[in-house]
């Protein structure tokens, strides 16, 4: 699950994290007051707040010289969609604004904290390029990042603070600064079940002091259960209906931008049929991981979610049944496939448990069912039927 930039200094803040003075504010007159309540000679700066990067490039913040300013590119932003290149062509709509104090920067950097899955740490990322996208530095200039692991027995030491401080060239005098900082990361990381910590940038300000000028945390969703308090602030605007309707099933449901729909038992599995759907030429809608013990229920509801998508000619199902059973899943798509009207051609491959029991449930509905002898068969099946129809 991730949050806003807003929702995530409230929560650094609380464990230690140095941040700016800030206000929320979903209207023009709430930015303007905001700005007042701030204070000082400005100037501000206005962000907008959605589950995206590259706002800046893409005209979501604004420095400030007065109240009146800071309303006006407000009035501009709220409520209509900031396109970046994380959101797709579609943008994402900006309810919701950032109003915050400015400060004097002397450097960018990045900060991170994140598992790596494989040394089973977790690991401090950080690089002098900061201010900028770190997959483009990754990809550009790999040396220019550094990984610190944090051993989980005796956390994070001053001496790995240090080092970093060091490579990052940050002036001797902040390393104590840079050690609170990096120790009440880590804190609030381990504390919130977190996935992820960015600080993208971290300033080094003039006077030497080390801030969050911008935040971004993830979630384990796994384990929100143990954090009511987090799991509130779940904004469901900016969330695939698709998805929310997905999760009230317990299904795992991603959605794409192809246009054949994949119903799945297993992630591997899950991962693989996207795989050989494009192979065959397609693209997948989708990924969707109905699970090993999926009831009939759950398959109609799985089914119908990926019915609602306009963009979907072909369904895929591919299921290798274990512990779920052919003839629940069949039954489960026959039943969906009646109540949504059934328009475009869905392609079956079925194996394991009560694979005859399924496949003569699926004939004996009257609809226009193919089935498929494997996967590859599946897949060159589901890409032609999708083009011709």
Not at 10 to 24: C, D, H, K, M, P
Not at 169 to 195: E, N, Q, R
């Amino acid at each position: 699950m991730n949050i806003h930039e807003f929702q995530a200094k409230q929560i650094l803040l609380r464990y230690g994290v140095a941040t700016l003075r800030n206000e929320v504010a979903s209207s023009p007159e709430e930015v303007a007051a905001a700005v007042n309540k701030i204070g000082g000679s400005g100037p501000w700066v206005v962000k907008a707040q959605i589950h995206a990067g590259g706002r800046g490039k893409a005209g979501g913040v604004k420095l400030v010289k007065s109240a009146d300013e800071a309303s006006a590119f407000a009035k501009a932003i709220l409520g209509k969609p900031l396109v970046t290149h994380q959101t797709g062509p579609q943008g994402r709509v900006v309810h919701r604004v950032i109003v915050e104090e400015g400060c004097k920067i002397a450097r960018e950097l990045y900060l991170g904290l994140t598992l790596d899955r494989a040394s089973s740490l977790v690991t401090v990322i950080a690089s002098a390029e900061g201010g900028v996208e770190i997959e483009e530095v990754a990809a550009k200039t790999p040396e220019k990042i550094l990984r610190e692991p944090v051993n989980p027995v005796v956390g994070l030491q001053a001496f790995q603070a240090r080092k970093l401080g060091k490579a990052l060239g940050i002036p001797v005098a902040s390393f104590g600064k840079l050690a609170k900082f990096l120790a009440a990361l880590y804190d609030a990381y381990l504390a919130t079940d977190a996935a992820l910590v960015e600080i993208n940038p971290l300033v080094l300000t003039e006077s030497g002091d080390l801030i969050a000028l911008d935040a971004k945390m993830s979630f384990d969703d796994n384990a929100l259960f143990r954090h009511p308090d987090v799991k509130a602030l779940r904004d469901p605007n900016e969330e695939d209906p698709r998805e929310q309707e997905a999760a009230k099933f317990d299904l795992s449901y991603i959605a794409l931008d192809g246009t054949i729909g994949c119903m799945v038992n297993g992630a591997g599995l899950a991962m693989a049929t996207m795989d050989i759907i494009k192979y065959a030429g397609g693209e997948p809608a989708n990924f969707l991981d109905v699970g090993g013990g999926a009831s009939e229920e759950k398959v109609a509801a799985a089914f119908r979610i990926i019915l609602a998508d306009p963009t979907v000619k072909g369904v895929f199902i591919n299921i290798f049944g274990g512990i779920m059973r052919c003839d629940v899943l069949a039954a489960g798509v026959v039943k969906a496939a009646k109540e949504m009207k059934l328009t475009v051609p869905v392609v079956v491959r079925m194996e394991g448990t009560n694979v005859k029991e399924g496949k003569q449930i699926l004939a004996d509905s009257g609809l226009n069912i193919i089935t498929a002898a494997d996967m590859a068969d599946g897949a060159q099946k589901v890409v032609a039927a999708a083009k011709a129809a």
